[in-house]
């Protein structure tokens, strides 16, 4: 069974705080996405990796790939309250099944 | 449509009625996907449609639980028999094959 562990749970920073959260995996995955989603609302999609290594710059959100493609990492620079949110990364098997998997959840607070 | 669709937004049933849950989704996306979120926690896997056809079942929590779809389109979700472990929020995503997917708000689902 693929599973995918994210850390912290759950995360309280000051506004203007840097974090780092973590999304790992000991299965390889053909792609990685990570997700915001407010209550009430259906997760939305902030990027996808593909590439062992890749890193994506969203403004001040940064993401990579893992080398091996079994982890990613999101790097928020300067918090602001509007990054609050539940984020979650979700992996698509390397299998080819196309079955996304989706990580435990950071509930972020700023 | 312009994005996923799901019915009833929200849903209050009594224990031991059975509920059905709709969901439409972006025209022309092949996958469907329906996802089980817990207050407060991650999305449980359910189960994938392919076109019309489920390869992969593997989440629905018990056989009270069935889902098809019909047209390559609509994608239906039923529970028997409710039991108040089942209230949740119920997603709906699709996309294309191998494509990035796009959620519906959810439907919540509250036995009482």
């Known amino acids: 069974t693929q599973l995918l562990e994210q850390s912290p749970q759950f995360l309280s920073i000051q506004e203007g705080e840097n974090l780092t959260v973590y999304c790992n995996s000991s299965s390889v995955f053909s792609s990685l996405q990570w997700y915001r989603q407010e209550p009430g609302e259906g997760p939305v999609l902030l990027v996808t990796v593909v590439t062992g290594g890749e890193v994506k710059k969203l403004k001040r959100l940064t993401f990579q790939f893992g080398d091996a493609r079994k982890d990613s990492s999101l790097h928020i620079t300067a918090a602001q309250p509007g990054d609050t949110g539940l984020y979650l990364c979700a992996g698509t098997s390397a299998s080819g099944t196309y079955k996304y998997i989706f990580g435990t959840g950071t509930r972020l607070k700023v | 449509g312009a994005g996923v669709s799901q019915s009833p937004s929200n849903k209050v049933t009594e224990k031991g009625k059975d509920v059905e849950l709709r969901c439409d989704p972006i025209?022309?996306?092949?996958?469907l996907y329906w996802y089980r979120q817990r207050l407060g926690q991650g999305l449980e896997f359910l189960i994938y449609?392919?076109?019309?056809?489920?390869?992969?079942k593997s989440g629905l929590p018990s056989d009270r639980f069935s889902a098809e779809r019909t047209g390559e389109s609509v994608s239906t979700l039923t529970i028997q028999r409710t039991q108040q472990e089942d209230s949740a929020v119920y997603l709906c995503?699709?996309?294309?094959?191998?494509?990035?997917?796009?959620f519906g708000e959810g439907s919540w689902l509250t036995v009482v």
């Open positions: 025209s022309g996306h092949t996958a």
């Open positions: 995503a699709s996309s294309l094959y191998g494509g990035t997917i796009y």
């Open positions: 449609f392919q076109g019309n056809s489920a390869p992969d």
